[in-house]
């Protein structure tokens, strides 16, 4: 059995009950059905890039200081239109974060979890080919939580992550799964 202990718009925090006392307590998104993230392949005539975006995410800032994360794109499906899909989310969140349109999206795991101690938020991982690279629109900023888009060679994504480390600044898990199935393009 489960009980909303504390609601808000868009996060409510959980208990599961087993008997009269809570086991365990774990956030859930109320809104959203599953959540995208997109390792971009950016196919240019120099050789294949990847597209990584800066943010500043409250919950590592308030608990950390001024740390920056490094992310794929993303977001939540069913969070503003209850009958999105997730092929739709996945179009619609790589439009908006990066500005890039790709007809192709190459779904490589489903059922991401990144603390399945914490959360029961799940995620769907699909690499997004994109050759025409002419962005469709100019990308979002989410409310100032994109600071930065950095293209990487996939062939120098290895160093990218030495460099953002020895920067001291954090990635995101889901990010770090999506990295592995770029390694494995051929």
């Known amino acids: 059995m489960k009980e909303i202990l504390y609601s808000t718009k868009f996060l409510n925090l959980m208990a599961s009950k087993r008997d009269e006392k809570a086991d365990w307590v774990y956030a859930k998104r109320p809104n959203a059905k599953n959540v995208v993230i997109i390792a ?59 500005g890039y349109f790709s007809d192709k999206f190459r779904i490589v795991v489903k059922n991401l979890v990144s603390s399945g101690g914490l959360t029961s938020e799940k995620s769907t991982l699909a690499i997004a080919d994109i050759y025409n690279l002419e962005k469709k629109m100019a990308p979002v900023d989410d409310g100032g939580v994109i600071t930065d888009r950095v293209e990487v060679k996939l062939d120098k994504i290895k160093d990218f992550i030495e460099k953002i480390q020895n920067e001291n600044m954090y990635m995101c898990a889901q990010t770090l799964a999506g990295v592995y199935f770029l390694t494995l393009l051929k």
Do not use: M
Request: aromatic share 10%; glycine share 6%; hydrophobic share 30%.
């Open 40 to 98: 971009p392949v950016i196919h240019k005539e120099d050789g294949n890039y990847t597209l990584f975006l800066i943010t500043k995410r409250p919950p590592i800032t308030e608990e950390y200081g001024e740390k920056y994360c490094v992310e794929f794109p993303a977001g939540l499906v069913g969070d503003e239109n209850a009958n999105e899909t997730t092929n739709e989310a996945f179009q619609k969140e790589l439009l908006e974060e990066t």
